[in-house]
């Protein structure tokens, strides 16, 4: 087994592998937490304080270098809308410690159909996005999305995946060390190519169907229409042309994944708005 040796000579140095396993081991046991809401469990290595202060820095960078809408029924709008976005987020999820959120909504001039959330209650919303999400649901939908990430720490998260990727990069570099070039270029790039399909792009559409979902519920019971969820996608797709990358190799899910999620979990959705709100 010659090309499976420890040391010199062209074989594989498993010492890095097996250091790495052993502090993956440690480290995700070690910043385990839950996400409220979905319940599921997540990996994150940043103290809130550590996280909303990387998310005010961004932001305030971010905006310096926009135009931001300072007034009129747009903004009114969009942070009326948060708020109740909020109050409605508290409401389903009282554990989680929201001293350490500081919500703010700001509307942006841009063509862009965009819109975006940093730790610590940091929300933009473009003013592009508003003819496509076409009313109060529509944009509800959105900015439900978009508080979803921030309370489930997305960032937070994303951040500690790549550390832990770039480590496991790195281990694998040294691993290989004993071979040639050629063999170790090829090798690692077969490395990389499986870290970016196999682990960073499939965790990146997780946490967007995670956002959709929290985001549903919580415009659902802010007492907004959540079947104007789909409908969003919908009009999505038709502002894009239908034009969209492979779903592998995306960030996000494709608009139909999105719609037929949002569809299969309505009924929870429209259950929370009857109870919360007497609306059918």
């Known amino acids: 087994m010659a090309g499976l040796r420890v040391g010199t000579g062209g074989g594989l140095r498993w010492w890095p592998i097996l250091l790495f396993v052993l502090y993956l081991g440690y480290y995700w046991i070690s910043n385990q937490h839950e996400v409220p809401i979905s319940g599921r469990t997540q990996l994150v290595d940043l103290s ?19 135009r931001v809408v300072r007034s009129g029924p747009q903004v009114e709008a969009v942070r009326e809308i948060g708020r109740r976005l909020v109050a409605a987020a508290r409401e389903i ?11 703010e909504f700001n509307l942006v001039e841009s063509e862009q159909a965009n819109a975006f959330a940093l730790p610590g209650g940091k929300v933009a919303i473009y003013t592009g996005i508003l003819p496509i ?8 939908a959105v900015m439900g999305h978009e508080i979803a990430h921030a309370i489930a720490r997305h960032g937070a998260e ?24 050629s063999t ?19 965790f990146s559409r997780d946490h967007e169907n995670e956002a ?26 038709q502002a894009g042309g239908g034009r969209q990358p492979a779903e592998f190799m995306s960030t996000h899910p494709s608009h139909d994944t999105r719609i037929r999620r949002l569809e299969s979990e309505m009924d929870r959705a429209l259950a929370l708005r009857r109870e919360h709100c007497g609306a059918g």
């Open 93 to 103: 999820a009282p554990e989680v410690p929201w001293q350490h959120f500081e919500w």
């Open 48 to 66: 809130r304080e550590q996280e909303s202060a990387l998310g005010l820095q961004s932001y305030r960078q971010i905006l310096a270098q926009e």
């Open 184 to 202: 170790q270029r090829t090798v690692m790039a077969a490395i990389g190519a499986g870290a970016q399909y196999g682990v960073l792009l499939p």
């Open 212 to 237: 959709d979902s929290i985001g549903l519920l919580l415009a659902a019971r802010a007492c907004f229409d959540p079947r104007e969820a789909p409908r969003l996608w919908q009009r999505m797709a």
């Open 133 to 140: 999400t076409a009313n109060a649901d529509g944009l509800a």
């Open 158 to 181: 994303r951040m500690a995946t790549q550390r832990l990727v770039q480590l496991g990069s790195m281990a694998a570099g040294m691993s290989l060390s004993d071979m040639d070039p």
